[in-house]
């Protein structure tokens, strides 16, 4: 059976959910894969950074339990282009550990965040240290293209307030910064439109039921075309 873009999906579908910290991303992920379930269908739930060995050290690089010494005797960050590298390979050892395993098994699999993730968030031009989002991109070229990706489009000030409430801030969670990643992540968005990716871009200021919603009528779309 092929889409409308022409490419087979007989197969359990690889998708995608991506947003700026706080847009709700992990929520739709739970949401979809429980939904899916209600319906009868294989489906699983996974995120990157993944929960393998390479993703629970980029976990905790960026909340700051895992630092590295500095000459001068205190302790510093890992530095950027290390960080593209590590998300790169925590995508291939994702896919290779858990999502390939999992939809070969006739699962479909839903990951919070994915290479999208790595466009917006390494590649953005607005960092004090920008890297060249080319060389991000030829990093993660290896990577499975989803079979659809939904971009949670959410109003910055949103974002910050669920985040707020979490009490988690790690080092991307500030206004200015949340403000120049979502415009990086349209850009992103966009491009990889215009490339031919499936990519469904939903308002996210809305109640979450609403977004579910859509995101399963999409889905279930696919599945049965
Ligand atoms: P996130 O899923 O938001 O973690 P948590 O739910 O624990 O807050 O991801 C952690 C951060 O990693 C988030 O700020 C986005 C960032 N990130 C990248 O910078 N590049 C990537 O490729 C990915 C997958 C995530």
Not at 7 to 11: K, L, P, R, S
Not at 124 to 131: A, I, K, V
């Given at each position: 059976m092929t889409t409308s873009r022409g490419?087979?999906?007989?197969?359990p579908l690889f998708i995608a959910i991506e947003g700026l910290d706080g847009s709700g991303s992990t929520t739709q992920t739970d949401q979809l894969v429980s939904r899916l379930r209600e319906d009868g269908l294989a489906a699983v739930a996974t995120r990157e950074?993944?929960?393998g060995p390479i993703g629970s050290l980029i976990r905790q690089m960026l909340s700051g339990r895992l630092v590295q010494p500095a000459p001068d005797g205190g302790t510093t960050h890992v530095g950027r282009e290390t960080l593209a590298l590590l998300f790169a390979a925590d995508r291939l050892d994702h896919l290779e550990s858990a999502v390939k395993p999992a939809l070969t098994a006739g699962r479909h699999v839903v990951t919070d965040r994915y290479y999208h993730s790595s466009y917006a968030y390494q590649g953005?031009?607005?960092?004090?240290?920008?890297?060249d989002l080319q060389w991000v991109r030829t990093l993660n070229e290896r990577a499975r293209t989803p079979d659809v990706t939904f971009f949670l489009e959410a109003d910055v000030d949103l974002c910050l307030d669920r985040l707020a409430e979490r009490g988690s801030r790690d080092i991307y969670e500030n206004r200015e910064r949340l403000t120049e990643l979502r415009d990086q992540y349209l850009q992103v968005i966009d491009t990889l439109d215009e490339e031919g990716e499936r990519i469904v871009r939903l308002?996210?200021?809305?109640p979450r039921g609403a977004i579910t919603d859509e995101i399963v009528e999409t889905t279930m779309d696919l599945i049965g075309s």
């Open positions: 490419d087979d999906i007989d197969t950074p993944s929960d953005d031009p607005g960092d004090e240290q920008p890297l308002d996210a200021d809305r």
